[in-house]
C-alpha cells in the first residue's frame, strides 16, 4: 500500500531542492531510484536537470513502465523542466526516450541561448502571482485532449496539467514560495 510520502524520481537533476520545498510544506519526501522506492509513495515529483540522461535510466530501471501504470491509475505526477520534456507526447525534433503521458508538444531549450536562465513573475490560473526561474527551459508549443495551460510567460506556455498530470517549465523548488507545491500536494485530495 502506499502511503502518503511523495516520491522524487532521484536519477539525476535537482531532486534535493524538491525535498527541501516539500518538508516545507509539511510533507514527507522520499528518493525513488527503483521500482520498489515508487512502491512507497503516493505522488511522484520529475525534477529538472537533463532530460536525455533522466530518460535513459529512467528506461535501465524499468521506472518508465512503472510510471507510466501508476499515473493510469491516478497517482499524481509533476514535472519540472525536464520532468516536463519527459512527461510530453511529442518532443520537437527528438527522438528521445520519454513517458509519453500528457497531451502536450515542448521544445527543449527554447528560450534560446542569450537568454539561457532568467526569473520571471508569473500569473499562475488558480494560484496567483508566482516566482518562475527558468534554466535551459522548454515551452510548450502546442496543447490538446483536455489539457489546460495554468501560465504564459510571454505568450509562451509555460505550465500545464491534465487531470493527475502537472507539468511546470520552471524551477518553483528553487523559491521560496511553496504554493506550488502546495498546489500539488492538494491533487492527492
Ligand atoms: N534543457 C534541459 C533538457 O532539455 C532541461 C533543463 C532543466 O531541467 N533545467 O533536458
Known sequence: MAGRKIGILALQGAFLEHERSLRRCGAEPIEVRTVKDLEQAAALII???ESTTIGKIMQRFGLDEAIVSR???GMPLWGTCAGMILMAKEI???EQPGLRLMDIRVRRNAFGR????FEADLEVEGIGQCRGVFIRAPYVERVWADTR??????EKIVMVQQGNLLATAFHPELTE????HRYFLEMLS
Open 47 to 49: 525534477p529538472g536537470g
Open 71 to 73: 499515473t493510469k491509475q
Open 92 to 94: 520537437a525534433d527528438s
Open 114 to 117: 542569450q537568454v539561457d536562465s
Open 149 to 154: 495551460i495554468l501560465a504564459y510567460y510571454q
Open 177 to 180: 514560495d511553496p504554493s506550488i
